[in-house]
């Protein structure tokens, strides 16, 4: 039996069905926004737009793509386990490549609309509510096309890491958590090229993009030889 | 081993299979056959191994040694896709999608089977389980007997060749136990090859064509009479109205009865080989010597006394 797409879209069909029905995650999806959201724009509506010149402001909310899957993610296997709905699961023909790849697209959509609705509304705040220099200083075409690229990317090595994690440990917390830590890296490097710390040649985006896409494209695999059935289903929890 | 079903046509076997986890033995040596459309009881005490070998079988987890086939295929990795295909599962905790609505939860599972005509199934496995009316339910607000019928219908839905039910009245209270022993009896009508686990031994007398008793070594296996008549000898218990002078004169040297004690003065216990002609001959014999006979009946031992004859060897051999 070869790969099944009808099973991986049963998985992210279920997923997604239970995002919207969890309080939690809903929280999680609308509170994480705002902190990303915030400081790029205290800092464009209250700074001149020579100060604004340096540095790639709203590069920071790329913390979106960072953090919000890797929340999911770390949740998707250890909190199945937890529940006890996983071994069901694994008594069917699906395998573990389909299980993963399901949950991780089930992660990865509501994050990037999320990503991209949350930058789309900062970029129209400072397009509308900014003074003319501080818009010229924010809005870059390079910046724009950037973090369109870069959201997927950030989002995919956040789900790899955060559902890595979560084959490999006990408690739903500790993976969430674990996950949080894990993507912190990648948001660190946007932060300081956020604000100027690291200047964002060409050089260093086609470079960090790079390395981006080789770990997304990896951590599919990586994380499917993690995941162990017999360990999943047996070790205590 | 004689199966139930088609001559020679096994669902189910294992050759000396065997599960450690480290130093710790799950199970070890088990062999044992199950023929189509048998409803075959798998008993043991807790921690005697009985999930683990279901899981095993069930390719969750790699047998340490031995070899097993499963719906007609070998316990292999490359034929792991292929017997989850061929099988369903009911482990003992139902493990719904709680948020999700009864037939959200099957539609998830129709589809990872990849169910060619998803709707009819779940509607067919909906109605075995008599659940219909409460597929737009969320599973959370089920009780539990309600969760297990769903679960039985979730195993249901793939049709499947062998279908393993691990504990399957575990918590129930008596009324949904009945229903689910209801639901095994239609699906053993229908020929579904059953693996039944459960700690119940009244539910495995009354459901099992054959079962095994599990003590991480496999103890006994047969039909339930069988076992009973493995490990008990037969008995006639006799009631006199008053004391027999020379019980020893009535009894020895009738066909069929090969020993006899005086349990208290009016009553006795025949061994015999064969009831049928025991018993009358009891009867004639104790008329002859003038016996006033109150009743003559045959002692019946359970599957529970087999069941805790079997296990009892074991915990006094771990004394000794």
Not at chain 1, 138 to 167: C, D, H, N, R, Y
Not at chain 2, 63 to 83: C, D, K, M, Q
Not at chain 2, 85 to 113: K, Q
Not at chain 2, 226 to 255: C, S
């Amino acid at each position: 039996m070869s790969f099944s797409w009808t099973r991986v879209r049963a998985m992210a069909g279920k997923e997604l069905t239970e995002y919207r029905r969890t309080g939690s995650i809903i929280s999680t999806m609308a509170v994480v926004p705002l902190v990303f959201i915030l400081p790029p724009m205290i800092e464009i509506f209250t700074s001149s737009a020579s100060a604004l010149a340096s540095g790639d402001r709203l590069i920071y909310m790329l913390g979106i793509p960072a953090i919000v899957p890797a929340v999911i993610a770390a949740y998707a296997v250890v909190g199945e386990r937890q529940q006890g709905t996983l071994e069901p699961v694994l008594t069917t023909p699906i395998r573990r490549e389909e299980l993963l790849l399901g949950k991780a697209i089930a992660a990865l959509a509501p994050s990037l609309l999320m990503s991209y609705l949350v930058y789309g509304l900062a970029l129209a705040l400072v397009e509308i509510f900014a003074s003319a220099g501080a818009a010229t200083a924010v809005l870059k075409g390079g910046e724009i096309i950037a973090q369109v690229i870069f959201t997927p990317l950030v989002a995919g090595w956040a789900i790899w890491a955060g559902m890595a994690i979560s084959t490999r440990t006990r408690d739903a917390r500790v993976a969430q958590q674990l996950g949080t830590l894990v993507s912190l890296p990648v948001f660190i490097v946007a932060a300081l090229i956020a604000f100027g710390a690291i200047h964002a040649s060409l050089g260093l985006v086609l470079g960090l993009g790079g390395a981006l896409a080789v770990l997304d494209f990896v951590g599919w695999r990586v994380t499917s030889a993690l995941f162990d059935r017999e360990r999943l289903i047996t070790a205590g929890k | 081993m004689q199966p139930v079903g088609e001559p020679g046509a096994s669902a189910l076997s294992a050759v000396g299979l065997c599960k450690r986890f480290g130093e710790r033995v799950a199970f070890e040596d088990v062999t044992f056959e199950v023929g189509r459309g048998e409803v075959f009881g798998f008993l043991g005490p807790n921690g005697a191994g009985k999930t683990t070998t279901v899981r095993t079988l069930a390719t969750l987890i790699k047998p340490s040694a031995g070899s097993a086939t499963v719906a007609g295929l070998p316990l292999r990795a490359e034929n792991e896709v292929e017997i989850r295909r061929r099988i369903a599962v009911m482990p003992e905790s139902p493990g719904l999608y709680l948020r999700l609505s009864v037939e959200e939860n099957l539609t998830c599972f129709a589809h990872l089977y990849e169910l060619p005509k998803p709707k009819p199934r779940i509607e067919a496995a909906l109605q075995a389980v008599r659940l219909l009316e409460r597929r737009a339910d969320p599973c959370g607000s089920l009780s539990k007997g309600l969760r297990q019928r769903v679960c039985l219908a979730r195993a249901l839905l793939s049709d499947p060749e062998i279908l393993f039910l691990d504990e399957p009245t575990s918590g129930l209270d008596p009324v949904a136990a009945r229903d689910v022993h209801e639901l095994i009896d239609g699906l053993r009508r229908q020929g579904v090859t059953i693996f039944l686990t459960t700690h119940r031994l009244d539910e495995a007398e009354r459901l099992c064509d054959r079962v095994a008793i599990l003590n991480t070594t496999l103890r006994s296996i047969g039909r339930p009479d069988e076992l009973r008549d493995q490990l008990f000898a037969r008995t006639l218990t006799v009631h006199t109205l008053a004391p027999l002078p020379e019980p020893g004169r009535v009894f020895e040297g009738l066909a069929c009865v090969e020993s006899w004690r005086a349990e208290d003065s009016t009553s006795y216990v025949l061994g015999v080989s064969d009831v049928t002609v025991a018993a009358p001959a009891a009867v004639r014999a104790l008329v002859a010597a003038g016996a006033d006979v109150l009743s003559v009946g045959e002692s019946r031992h359970s599957l529970q006394d087999v069941y805790l004859e079997l296990v009892d060897e074991d915990v006094e051999g771990r004394r000794r």
